[in-house]
């Protein structure tokens, strides 16, 4: 993961952002925040058009409960008619990604008084591969922090 201090920009203008089609590769709680990291980037419509087109990115949520109270993230999955949910903490959910075995790939946002809601896919390295994910996250603030597209960024001498 790379180190929070180290991005190019920040924004906490929910707005200017869409993590539609972006995919969280790793994951931290640390000092009541939940963080996921997108080495793939996320979207901002500053640079086109193109989904991701940021460099790296992560996205920073400051917990307004305690992380098993404030996170919560619930699998789906189906069988023949029937459909079966599986509530998993958010420790699972962070350690299964950071262990390469789930990627989150998040599709869309609902926004609430100081909590979101995703609609993601969960692809994972074993059947079934896929399922959908529900989280709910509650957050006092969302931060945004990403590095310029390798087009953009200009050099130390310029």
Known sequence: MKPLSSYDRTSTDQSAFSLHDCRAKSAKICDGALTFFFPDGIFTP??????????????????????EEAVRCDLFAWEEDREFRQSVPAET????????????????????????FYICYLWQSAEPYVREAHLFIEAKEILFRWDE?????QSESD
């Open 46 to 67: 500053e640079y086109g058009r193109d989904w991701p087109n940021t460099g790296p990115a992560a996205v920073t949520f400051a917990l307004s409960q305690p992380p």
């Open 93 to 116: 959910l962070i350690a299964e990604i950071n262990r390469g075995a789930w990627e989150l790939e998040f599709l869309y946002r609902y926004d609430g008084y100081e909590e979101v």
């Open 149 to 153: 597209p390798a087009g953009n960024r």
